[in-house]
């Protein structure tokens, strides 16, 4: 009767333990997921701010090339000022 109640106890507490663990586990695995979404959050993040600078640099040297008057620069400029107007009225679309 005492061994049956020692066995008895020890099933109880290999289930706890087993609960444990688990729970253990999915604490690890979200711990992870989150870890790895941070990492794709780091990466879009740095992939936006080197395209902003490029954009800067190159909005940057097309205006000064449009100051200095040349025709062809002034063009490009308007071309795509109106390219992205176009290209925002058509994404408006697709939202309103």
């Not at 444990?20 to 959050?41: E, M, P, Q, Y």
């Amino acid at each position: 009767s005492e061994a049956y109640e020692r066995e008895r106890q020890n099933n109880s507490r290999l289930d706890e333990l087993a609960g444990k663990v688990t729970a253990l586990r999915g604490v690890t695995v979200d711990i992870f997921d989150n870890a790895r979404n941070h990492d794709l959050i780091d990466s879009n993040l740095d992939t936006f701010t080197s395209f902003s600078q490029n954009l800067r640099g190159s909005a940057s040297r097309l205006g000064r090339s449009a100051q200095s008057g040349s025709c062809t620069a002034i063009l490009k400029l308007a071309g795509i000022i109106a390219g992205v107007v176009i290209l925002l009225w058509w994404i408006g679309g697709w939202f309103f």
